[in-house]
């Protein structure tokens, strides 16, 4: 039982493109929402997170968007360049610090 | 730089052997954590420990086992492995809550033939 749904598995987007990442989640207990950056070769690395009492979060040129109601979040990547091109994972828990549970994951290329 | 370390990158091993997945961290984290990456899947935990000698089944326990004899290593074990184990494996470890943060190791990708 898969409790967060993430879409889609992979992208293609041009450099300057805006891609998004979209993920779904079931549990309503669930209040802390990270992303996860995983380059080939490498683990995964905490790119940015957030709780469900704000809309919005910015760090740098990603963005995480949160819709408490319909148990969605996404990331979007402003003004996207070739060295975003990794694999990004969502991420849910019920309390910063207990177990994350990972989306399925979503491999990005994004092209010169 | 804290540093999640796993002993191997890449491992081929025999249907039926027995296969340590050594994990070391430097970062004096209570708690451990042994995932494995498979495309489409995600990353899904097969075992965690919150301290030295305790340990927790995750969500895909079987088949595998795990020991935490020292704070900063954690060995997953497949007792008997088989080819549907064939996967990314990936350690990760965190402080105690409130801190949330996971540092993971870069992974051991183990096939088994």
């Known amino acids: 039982q898969q409790q967060v749904k993430q879409s889609p598995q992979s992208l293609i987007v041009q450099k300057g493109g805006i891609p998004i990442i979209n993920c779904a989640y079931e549990n309503t207990a669930f209040d802390y929402f990270p992303w996860y950056q995983q380059f080939p070769g490498k683990g995964p690395a905490l790119l940015i997170a957030?709780?469900?009492?704000?809309s919005e979060k910015k760090e740098g040129r990603f963005t995480i968007s949160f819709n408490k109601s319909a148990k969605q979040f996404s990331l979007h990547i402003m003004d996207s360049q070739p060295g975003d091109s990794a694999t990004y994972f969502c991420?849910?828990?019920?309390?910063?610090?207990?177990?994350?549970?990972f989306g399925g994951g979503t491999r990005l290329m994004v092209k010169p | 730089d804290v540093k999640v370390t796993q002993s191997s990158r890449y491992l081929v091993k025999r249907t039926g052997e027995k296969v340590f997945l050594e994990c070391v961290q430097d970062m004096d984290h209570e708690n451990m954590f042994w995932y494995r990456q498979d495309p489409g899947l995600g990353l899904r935990l097969i075992y965690f420990?919150?301290?030295?000698?305790?340990?927790e089944k995750g969500d895909i326990p079987e088949g595998y086992s795990v020991s935490r004899e020292k704070k900063e290593r954690f060995s997953l074990i497949l007792e008997s492995a088989s080819t549907n184990q064939t996967s990314m494996y990936l350690c990760a470890s965190r402080r105690q809550p409130p801190n949330y943060g996971y540092t993971f190791g870069s992974g051991t990708r183990l096939t088994v033939v």
């Open positions: 420990s919150y301290d030295v000698k305790m340990k």
């Open positions: 957030i709780r469900p009492d704000v």
């Open positions: 991420a849910a828990s019920k309390r910063a610090g207990n177990m994350l549970t």
